[in-house]
């Protein structure tokens, strides 16, 4: 709550400002300068902070917003207020082709990638006439609101004030949305995000264009308040700046970022002010005393400055939509239909053959375990089944359908879903959204839809289906806890809510026993039976025999990645090759 | 464009490309020990550059007092580090290595400096000077964050870089500064004269790749200083403390960053912010190479120089985007190859 | 939270306090850091020696840094005219930062004396550059006498290498015409960064094109790699550099490889070179004796002349000001901006300034003299050299 409270109490004291007579008016630049860069900082915070995509080229996608505006209202004299839109597509626009090229960058080679055109936009921007080469463009008309010029500080900083307002407003809504959690996921792995259908290539252009557009915004709120421009605002400089606000503000949150952009407008002009009167000299030593100040900072708060001072690990207070209605559930598949059949399954890794032509299949209410010694090759199996890892040789087909090389993601579409062997939640999300992103392919709205709030009663329905299912798993008063938070054993039991979400013929679990009390795994247990005679298909990869035995149809064993038996747990128990095998070992 | 004028293009881009290979080696050696993408090498070349500049004048730099406060500085900075053990012998090491080897090398240069020393003395004096600020800066900004993100890492880098490159108005002013060559030789090559300073730079730096393969790839202590990035507990039984790491790794990023100023200084002015471009340079070789190979990093530090130098002269006002447009070809490359599938941790 | 807090009210304290005293007030924001560095220091070292007292009344200098950039600059006049409520503003020292400033002159009413290089900060004359005044001189009477020299020289063709930045751009934009006109070819036209370590594939290319003189627009040190470049590669034609780079660091630098470029300067270069018959020669020594006794022999930079230089302005106007209207009232600023509009045979270091509704600069030939190197100083020509 101290978040929401100290946020509220942040944007009281800045609305409040102009009511306040006496305020020095270069308070009031001085805040516009903030919030500027706060509307960049809040773009930043969902790019770098939440997708962890590193940008170094913010600045340029402010200079473009800026231009654009600034060519239109000067060779056509159009309305800034006409040209906005055109000053936020033409971000968006660059960002997509940017993006298009330099997403598919991992690593440190992205933020590089962003520097390389942030350094070559300043120096195209310096050596075209058309835009003025260096001297920039000047003379540029102020916004008009209801017939009055908003030219004086004051009467700006209502405008970008409620443009910052309006950014944090959006971005949330954003963030809650089905596309906004897709974008959380990437952090917590790309592919658990794409086992549940999600395009991770396509959410973080999404992310990449929000951010740009956001900083259009910016840029033509910018040109209009300064009236000329030129490329220096827009270089390399200005979005290391950009960054150096979100990362010292928090880039986990959306008002850290605010935070930290305020924080660091104000500090650089309070240097210039005060040390001239503690050192007692004129002299250059604003930047010495900033980077200084800059990395003690960072080493008190590595998280930055807003999670120390809200004491808060999450990016978003917990989420309540009303009550509503779950998901129609996907119709059940006749028993005993096939769901999986995997021919000739193979997978080497160099020299080393991992899986070796492995063949087995699961129909509609049955409960296949994939058992075996460690190495044996199971999980890779899973991997292979479920579009993670390539296959080598060999077919995979799911409800009768090849999809043998089609990507996870299509094959999460068909109604597969799965847990891994490793968790792969995200970490700051709350239980419940991470198992609504089970639901993610269940779901219709855009990041249009999202961000401007008009899928609430999508929403409703998702959460009540995520509550449904985390219920069903004996989870439900944990729903709004961090996963983080949960103990190995829970989070395992959330990812089956997950699975569960997405409504699936098919359901694959890595696992799912580790690390669970003997109570806990006879609730599963029950819960597995239960889903079978509701029609679902299950595979599994399980260690512990007992609750194997219990609990399955039919055993495949694996050793040295080649099939070694199938059968039933009697038959399978029995079979001296595997008492050799694994059994032996194991009793 | 004729031949002739293609080999001067060529020549001119091996020894920019040798500057640029210089600050890479520096940053992948950090990085690999560290995680720290060393933003702040090309201040310790532009530090080394003015430095010795200034002694050549015959004045005492302020990188002497800088040198001081940092070595007192970080001596805080270590005593808080090992608060928990702290004993005599501990005590006496952290001030001999942060107190006493700073205040001697200052009174070296405080008595030296001002009587125009040589040449060589200058360049020794000015590598004493540069080298431990290394270490200083290890343990006063980064060894507390040793547990932070690459990308905290990173912005408190930048941080530093700020700081240095504002200290580094103040003590040299913003006019650049020349140092005489090493050698004056020019030696006829073809229709080419190689200068004696350009060989001493291009010798060198292969000297140094080679020294740091060496250093990395066949003894015991590089392996285990390699080794502190990803499994700190086998280093320490090695011996080596992520502190020991950290200092010793900056302080041979330091030493090479003096080493490229004092080389390239007679080449070219050197300004006290010339180090962020050039380090730029370096951090896309750097990157190119994986920032884990030294070979392919020099390899790409020598084609940005060539890129650069042959857009200088087909098109000189894009060059740098040019050359940073050409880059992201070669990036998508590295990276599709680098590409990891599985993100298991 | 709580620094926020403490920064605000020490905000809140500063501004009390300096509320208090009723001198006559003239923010000045000045590139002391960034790209422009070199021609800042200077400039902002000649605060201290501008006049503390003008018609019988204190003036106040308030100095802001604008780190060569745009933002920072209009943030400063923002801050002088809105919270200190100068009466005139002094700066910026380059022309991109300036052109931006300008909005915020016009639009609250105040003095601006720019000391940047490009003409275009007033001309063409408009109801903004109304209230924008001019001290260094104009790239374009500069250009007007290097191509002059180059007539008289019998220079048929030229290479251009000039920073690629607005100073780069503006020396390109007032040659390429004036060259045309004397029919003068501009055989090549390169550019480069300040901080670029090697300019070897520009020399290259202006080798290649053979121009009987070469033309470097760089200011400061940085002005010395091209031509120390061409030299090492055996270009033996004439060279010109601009005024940017007078200062005694492009001869220390540049050493024996910048022996006999020809160069424009103001006066003030060559202050004790000049004829006694020269009024500028006093005023120029004056500022350079003060400068060097504050500073160390051989400090002195042409670029500190053009801040001081608006000193000179504003110390000549504030009392023709003063008669109409007190400090600190919109009726001051106006009484002021037509007071400077009027000033009449100024003499400062940079030669005399007489200005009129149209032209706010105010110079002639007398503000220019061209100069050479000969061992390493400076040295005044004849103007039929």
Sequence with gaps: MRQSLLAALGLLLVAALPFVPGVPPFWFTLLNYAGLSAIVVVGLVVLTGIAGIMSFGQAMFVGIGAYATALLSLHLGLSPWLSLPVSLAASGLAALVIGAITLRLSGHYLPLGTIAWNISFFYVLGNTDALGRYDGLSGLPPIVLFGFPLVESRHLFALIWVCVALSILVTQRLLRSRTGRAIRALKGGVIAAEAFGVDTGRTRIVAFVYAAMLAGLSGWLYAHMQRAINPTPFGLNASIEVLLMTVLGGAGSVWGGVFGATLVTLLKDQLQNVLPLLLGAQGNFEAIVFGILFVLILQRAPDGLWPLLTRRATPLPPHHPAPAAPLAPRPAEPPGRVLLDAAGLRKTFGGLVAVNDIDFSVKAG????????????????????????????????????????????????????????????????????????????????????????????????????????????????????????????????????RALCLSPALLLLDEPAAGLRFREKQALGDLLRQLRRDGLGILLVEHDMDFVMGLADRLVVMNFGAKLCEGPPVAVRTNPAVVEAYLGSAA | MDATILMLLLQDGVVNGAIYALIALSLVLVFTVTRVILIPQGEFVAFGALTLAAFEAGTVPGTVPLLLALGAAACAADLVEARHALDARRILRIALRDLVLPGAVAALAYALGPGKPTLALGIALTLAIVTPMGAYLHSIAFRPLEKASVLVLLVAAVGVHLALTGLGLVFFGAEGSRTPPLSDAMLPAGPLSVSGQSLWMIGL???IIVALWAFFGLTLLGKALMATAVNRLGARLMGIGPGMAGRLSFSVAAFIGALSGVLVAPLTTIYYDTGFLIGLKGFVAAIIGG?????????AAVLVGIIESVAAFEASAFKEVIVFMAIIPVLLWRSARADPVEDEE | MKRLVWALSLTGALVAFGAAAQPIKIGVTISKTGPAASLGIPQSNSVPLMPAQVGGQPVEWIVLDDASDTTKGVANIRKLASDDKVDAVVGSSITPVSLAMIE????????????????????????????????????????????????R?????????????????????????????????????????????????QALKVMAAKPDAVLVAGSGTPAALPQKTLKERGYAGKYYQTHGVANADFLRVGGKDVEGTILPAGPLLVAEQLPESNPVRKVALDYTKAYEAKYGPGTLATFGGHAFDASVLLASALPVALKTAKPGTPEFRTALRDAIEGLKEVVYTHGVATMSPSDHIGQDERSRVMVTIENGRWKLLSPTN
């Design chain 1, 366 to 497: 049955e409960v296949v375990a994939l058992i075996g010694p460690n190495g044996a090759g199971k999980s890779t199996t899973f991997n292979l089944v479920t579009g993670v890892a390539r296959l080598t040789a060999g077919r995979v087909r799911l409800f009768d359908r090849d999809v043998s090389g089609e990507p996870a993601r299509a094959i999460a579409r068909l109604g597969i879903a799965r847990t891994f062997q490793h968790v792969k939640l995200v970490g700051g999300m709350s239980v419940i959204e991470n198992v609504a992103l089970g639901a993610h392919l269940r779901g219709r709205a855009g990041p249009v839809r999202g961000a401007l709030g008009l899928d609430g009663a999508e929403e409703a329905a998702i959460f009540a289906e995520a509550r449904r299912q985390l219920a069903r798993v004996g989870l439900a008063e944990l729903a709004d806890r961090p996963a983080s938070s949960l103990a190995l054993g829970q989070q395992r039991i959330v990812e089956i809510a």
């Design chain 2, 205 to 207: 730096t292969l000297a």
């Design chain 2, 291 to 299: 920032l884990a190979s030294y070979p392919a990093a020099a390899a």
């Design chain 3, 104 to 151: 915020v002159a016009a639009e609250a009413k105040v003095p601006m004396i720019t000391i940047a290089a490009s003409s275009k900060l007033i001309a063409p004359m408009d109801d903004k550059r109304r209230w924008v005044f001019k001290t260094a001189q104009n790239d374009s009477l500069m250009a007007e006498a290097i191509v002059g020299h180059m007539v």
């Design chain 3, 153 to 201: 020289a019998g220079v048929k063709s030229v290479g251009f290498i000039g920073f690629n930045d607005a100073y780069g751009d503006g020396w390109l934009a007032e040659m390429t015409p004036r060259l045309d006109a004397k029919g003068i070819k501009l055989v090549a036209t390169e550019r480069y960064a300040r901080t670029d370590t090697s300019v070897t594939g």
